[in-house]
């Protein structure tokens, strides 16, 4: 079984510019899962994804946002970019129906605003 | 309350020793117990978990001990490997504010000397 793909893999931005993540989860998998990584905040959660709604979301601003089609694939969109939201972003996702457990991370999107 | 606090922050070990990292958290609704293991350039993967109903859990040379009165856990690696050496994260989930959250700790970055 394929694991979870995101692209692109490494993206360089400048600040005000808007980006958009791709997240292709484990096939069967309906939940997906964001989150932002850094050396100085580590793993925090942006939001989740189910069946194509918004199921659950961390405290992030209104500059985050995403999206979940039907066939599960989801995209997350920063608007207005911020030096600050250089990071990781990885996605992950689950075959659970209703718990954010044994959640399966892509590789991540490294990005980099300068 | 949402926090889950991890130490140490860095952790270096002999080959053939054992590593310990522990972790604590602080909302007595978290009920799932994950551990996740990341090397450089790839996505934290789930390495072992544990509910609170337990008070230790054994896969290979990975175990988790979980104190429910304390509300801390810990992971042990015992017979340390230079292949261990990577960036362990400990998690808590559970339902909390209307929403299923999963918090990370801020990470332990392992070394294993040969």
């Known amino acids: 079984k394929a694991g979870v793909t995101q692209t692109p893999r490494y993206l360089i931005k400048t600040r005000g510019q808007q980006v958009t993540l791709s997240c292709s989860p484990i096939s069967g998998h309906r939940s997906v899962s964001w989150y932002q990584q850094t050396p100085g905040q580590g793993l925090q959660f942006l939001f989740e994804?189910?069946?194509?709604?918004?199921?659950n979301k961390g405290n992030f601003p209104g500059r985050f946002s995403g999206r979940q089609f039907s066939n599960s694939r989801s995209e997350m969109n920063v608007s207005t970019l911020e030096l600050g939201d250089s990071a990781l972003y990885l996605c992950?996702?689950?075959?659970?129906?209703?718990?954010?457990?044994?959640?399966?991370f892509g590789p991540g999107t490294r990005l980099l605003v300068l | 309350q949402q926090q889950v606090k991890q130490s140490p922050q860095s952790l270096i070990v002999q080959k053939g020793g054992i590593s310990i990292i522990n972790c604590a958290y602080e909302n007595t609704a978290f009920d799932y117990f994950p551990w996740y293991q990341q090397f450089p350039g790839k996505g934290p993967a789930l390495l072992i978990a544990?509910?609170?109903?337990?008070s230790e859990k054994k896969e290979g040379r990975f175990t988790i001990s979980f104190n429910k009165s304390a509300k801390q856990f810990s992971l042990h690696i015992m017979d340390s490997q230079p292949g261990d050496s990577a960036t362990y994260f400990c998690a808590a989930s559970g339902f909390s504010g209307g929403y299923n959250k999963l918090i990370f700790g801020a990470g332990t970055r392992l070394a294993v000397h040969p």
């Open positions: 994804y189910f069946s194509e709604t918004q199921r």
């Open positions: 544990i509910r609170p109903d337990v």
């Open positions: 992950a996702s689950s075959g659970r129906d209703s718990s954010l457990e044994t959640q399966y």
